[in-house]
């Protein structure tokens, strides 16, 4: 079965039920963790389904990985905010002294070096940045787990969310699912390398199962949270949807 009439199936069944739910749908799904934090307004329908067909069907499916012989030649870095004059300082040290600040719901918050990343474990996989602007391109992206960095610091079992600052004024949030998901990745290196400065250095967070501008570039702090609706922080782009899937 292709993607598409997969997911058209999973996207009828969850209507289905819905209606079959009727008033007492979204107080269900909220309960069940099938309502996205930006279920309101103009998109409450289309984002609900989405995220409740991921979540009951998809919590455990990988993002596509490429052959090494599908890498872009010539990856395409999105035009990006002037770096902050922090940043170019930190840049000029080779960024030793750049750290992802790790806060909230953990018992040992942190602030992480790419070194002391690096040492609790590394990974690399081929996946594809794709822009809501349609454009995409596939690269070895190599880095530390996330869930093995909030494993490391002691995340809390009430920990609902994942927020991710950068310091060009970015941020956004995935749910638990997501930030325990073995792709989700603290990304530090880039077909080989370090990672570039236009492509997100020192460190991105790279979240392959959803769409490009939920891999936020630049990063500095991660908060672990039970909540991101009620705070408004659960990102900074807030005419896209807030779950993604790809
Ligand atoms: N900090 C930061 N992260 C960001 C952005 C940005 O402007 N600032 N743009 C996002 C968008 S919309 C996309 S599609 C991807 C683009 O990734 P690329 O620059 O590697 O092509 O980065 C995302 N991460
Ligand atoms: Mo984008």
Request: hydrophobic share 45%.
């Amino acid at each position: 079965m292709n993607r598409i009439t997969r997911r058209s199936l999973l996207a009828g069944g969850v209507t289905a039920a819905v209606a079959a739910l009727g008033g007492a749908a979204t107080a269900a799904g909220r309960r069940f963790g099938l309502v996205p934090p930006d279920a309101e307004g103009v998109f409450a329908a289309g984002n609900t389904l989405s995220y409740a067909a991921h979540r009951l069907f998809g919590r455990n499916a990988l993002a596509r990985e490429f052959p090494r012989s599908l890498i872009a030649a010539k990856p395409f870095a999105n035009k990006i905010s002037a770096p902050t004059e922090a940043f170019a300082r930190h840049e000029a040290e080779h960024f030793a002294n750049w750290r992802l600040d790790v806060r909230g719901l953990v018992d040992t918050p942190a602030p992480l070096s790419v070194d002391t990343l690096r040492r609790m474990e590394v990974r690399s996989q081929i996946t594809s940045v794709n822009c809501e602007e349609g454009w995409s391109y596939v690269a070895e992206w190599i880095g530390t787990p996330l869930s093995t960095v909030l494993k490391a610091c002691g995340m809390r079992a009430s920990a609902k969310y994942v927020v991710y600052f950068a310091d060009d004024g970015w941020w956004d949030s995935i749910d638990i699912d997501e930030a325990m998901h073995p792709q989700t990745l603290v990304t530090w290196g880039m077909n080989g390398g370090l990672l570039p400065v236009p492509f997100g250095g020192p460190i991105r967070m790279r979240v392959p199962r959803q769409l490009g501008y939920k891999s936020v570039k630049f990063i500095d702090r991660l908060l672990v949270t039970d909540s991101v609706a009620d705070l408004k922080i659960s990102t900074s782009v807030r005419s896209y949807a807030w779950y993604s899937g790809i």
